[in-house]
């Protein structure tokens, strides 16, 4: 069972927005502003989209977009694009004692 | 542009010591944070630790007794060794870096069988 709790699956339409979340505990995502989404699609290494829960890396289009509120942080996807059809997955930091927790991945598809 | 690299056997037989290793091209391993992570078949991402550039190590408390990771900056080389292996360590084994949650850079993956 992983430490994050995020939804198998999600789905949209071309050019529509979704959102997946990421549920965790004040003990990691709720306590730290180091939240991290990572696109994976199949057979290939991940590839970071959205760091410290609201900044993207050079090159991520701003389709892409974090959040946070609470211990639940957020990617929302929008203008869905058929090379969005991928595995998502979030990680935070949680503290010294176990530093790095990965949510479960959801699977994004594009109808 | 960094790159990373793993090798290492891709058979490990069950109670033996897997090892693997990642090489860091193209950027320094100074002041960074140098992780494993791994994803077994079919399934999500597992983070297995990490080291700083300094040698000080963090580990999945899941795999804490059975796991190495170690750092040679002189090679730009951080390796793995995970020991008593089962069937449940079979998986695809990333080198990623530079800090505890941003990977930037990631290794092609290297899928490890246990197997006899």
């Known amino acids: 069972q992983s430490a994050l709790t995020q939804p198998p699956s999600a789905s949209g339409s071309p050019g529509q927005s979704v959102t997946i979340s990421c549920t965790g505990t004040?003990?990691?995502?709720?306590?730290?502003?180091?939240v991290s989404w990572y696109q994976q699609h199949p057979g290939k290494a991940p590839k970071l989209m959205i760091y410290?829960?609201?900044k993207r890396p050079s090159g991520v289009p701003d389709r892409f977009s974090g959040s946070k509120s609470g211990n639940t942080a957020s990617l929302t996807v929008s203008g869905l694009q058929a090379d969005d059809e991928a595995d998502y997955y979030c990680?935070?930091?949680?503290?010294?004692?176990?530093?790095?927790?990965f949510g479960g991945g959801t699977k994004l598809t594009v109808l | 542009q960094v790159q990373l690299q793993e090798s290492g056997p891709g058979l490990v037989k069950p109670s033996e010591t897997l090892s693997l290793t990642c090489t860091v091209s193209?950027?320094?391993?100074?002041?960074?944070?140098w992780s494993w992570i791994r994803q077994p078949p079919g399934k999500g991402l597992e983070w297995v630790g990490y080291?700083?550039?300094?040698?000080?190590?963090s580990y999945n408390p899941s795999l804490k007794s059975r796991v190495t990771i170690s750092l040679d900056t002189s090679k730009k080389q951080f390796s793995l060794r995970l020991s008593s292996v089962t069937a449940a360590d079979t998986a695809v084994y990333y080198c990623?870096?530079?800090?505890?949650?941003?990977?930037?850079?990631w290794g092609q993956g290297t899928l490890v069988t246990v197997s006899s």
């Open positions: 990623a870096g530079p800090y505890r949650v941003t990977q930037y850079y």
């Open positions: 193209g950027g320094s391993m100074n002041n960074y944070y």
């Open positions: 080291i700083y550039y300094s040698g000080s190590a």
């Open positions: 004040s003990s990691d995502v709720g306590g730290y502003n180091y």
């Open positions: 410290e829960v609201t």
């Open positions: 990680v935070s930091f949680a503290g010294d004692n176990n530093p790095v927790v």
